[in-house]
């Protein structure tokens, strides 16, 4: 039986998106290959890397373990839609103040991961920050900074 | 061992129903080539390995009836059939009555896993390592099963048969979780043994309760083909006095029922070697919050 594609509305980075999705896609391969938006990363492919984070209706996910018509009626933020004007945001500036990027693979799910974290919770703890950030690896092993820009973003330092 | 790979998942018809009814509808014409979906990151990881090729998917997500929340009568809390991993760890009734639950969920995967799962999905994945279960089976949860026909209550203890499997039948769905508040004073605690801290299977996991009356209960997961509750109504495991070489005799006698296996996670004379452990860490655990109890 031919698998008829499903029709999805989702708010993507504040803007309005309808389309077609294949049944079997999920959401990463949506916001990849279909709105070319591919500051979301794909690695692991089964939930335990955490370079395709994404924040969708407010909440931290996995966009690989997502299927994009699941989507349907939700908001989602990526990468690219941290910044504002051209201008990037509070945490994002602290990565770079902080040098804790690397390679840079895992950063967009890594920011996505923190940025979720200091949502719910302002000011975290470098405990918490771990426990938040326990579902993104960092191949470079940049963990130390990546924890220290997060930290640093909680207090304010960027602002 | 699983490769790693980043090929797309089975092709698929997907269905998102928006009541019961027509949900069943879809149960009843495809049978056994249907898969239901609630958070999914346990389903969309089959999917990709092909585990599971069915024909069709059934989205839980939009049928009206289906609740995503938990709701309180005078006895239990009723668990909806959508409700996330971080709502159970959040929710102050659950903190309140059932601690050690809320303390499991929030071991399972990884935030990004927990803001998707759902803890009845959890159960149904049937896991025998399933970090909720040990939890739920102490606490006596019954998860309510709906089909077009009929609907019925099965004790969580009844509910897995082996790894995957469970004796929901092809047509129904779990429509909620009950947890029954206990009736007297109890104390429960939740260790889980992993090869590292962060976004792992449990090797093994042992969840104890413990009644003021002095009744005992353990439930073991990854240590058989299903997770395993046992009790002992002697009372004589929470004898403070109680010899230690005795305790450990006691405490073997109801790890009989355990068949640990060897397997990419731990071998299964380390995993006998560490339930015997963990066993009495948990139970000293919970003797220990139930005094702290008595005492406030």
């Given at each position: 039986m031919p698998a008829r594609t499903v029709s999805v509305t989702m708010t993507v980075n504040g803007r309005v998106r309808t389309l077609e999705v294949q049944p079997h896609h999920t959401l990463l391969?949506?916001?990849?290959?279909?709105?070319?938006?591919t500051g979301t990363k794909e690695c692991c492919s089964m939930g335990e890397c955490g370079a395709c984070t994404v924040i969708v209706d407010g909440r931290s996910v996995n966009s690989c373990l997502m299927l994009a018509a699941e989507a349907d009626g939700c908001t989602v933020t990526t990468i690219e839609g941290l910044a504002q004007d051209g201008r990037l945001n509070a945490l994002q500036e602290s990565f770079l103040e902080a040098g804790a990027v690397q390679c840079g693979f895992c950063i967009p799910g890594m920011v996505m991961a923190a940025q979720d974290l200091l949502n719910h919770n302002p000011h975290p703890t470098v405990e918490q920050i771990k426990e938040g950030l326990a579902g993104n690896l960092c191949r470079c092993g940049g963990y130390a900074r990546i924890i220290e820009a997060v930290h640093a973003a909680s207090r304010g330092k960027m602002e | 061992m699983e490769t790693l790979q980043t090929s797309s998942l089975t092709r698929f018809i997907y269905a998102r129903p928006g009541t019961l009814d027509e949900a069943f509808q879809l149960l009843e014409d495809h049978g056994p080539q249907a898969c239901l979906l609630a958070g999914g990151t346990d389903l969309i990881v089959q999917l990709r390995a092909r585990k599971l090729t069915p024909r069709i998917v059934i989205d839980l997500k939009k049928i009206d009836s289906l609740r995503r929340d938990i709701t309180e009568t005078q006895s239990l809390l009723r668990i909806g059939a959508l409700t996330l991993l971080s709502n159970i760890i959040d929710d102050p009734r659950v903190n309140r009555h059932f601690p050690v639950l809320a303390q499991a969920a929030a071991t399972v995967g990884s935030v990004q896993i927990r803001n998707r799962a759902t803890l009845p999905?959890?159960?149904?994945?049937?896991?025998?390592?399933?970090?909720?279960?040990?939890?739920l089976l102490v606490h006596q949860a019954i998860v309510n099963l709906s089909s077009r026909t009929a609907e019925r209550a099965v004790p969580l203890k009844d509910f897995f048969v082996g790894p995957g499997k469970t004796v929901r039948r092809a047509g129904e769905i779990v429509s909620s979780i009950d947890l029954p508040v206990p009736e007297e004073r109890v104390a429960a605690s939740f260790a889980r043994l992993t090869r590292r801290r962060g976004v792992d299977l449990a090797s093994i996991n042992v969840c104890c309760l413990v009644s003021a009356a002095g009744l005992i209960r353990f439930a073991f997961g990854a240590v058989g083909p299903r997770p395993i509750l046992v009790e002992d109504g002697s009372g004589r495991l929470a004898d403070p006095a109680m010899d230690a070489r005795e305790k450990e005799r006691l405490l073997l006698g109801l790890l009989e029922q355990t068949s640990p296996i060897s397997d990419v996670r731990a071998g299964k004379e380390y995993r006998s070697a560490m339930l015997l452990v963990l066993s009495l860490r948990v139970l000293q655990e919970a003797l220990d919050i139930l005094r702290a109890q008595r005492r406030e």
């Open positions: 391969q949506c916001l990849r290959e279909q709105l070319e938006l | 999905g959890n159960i149904c994945n049937a896991s025998p390592a399933a970090d909720t279960v040990p939890a």
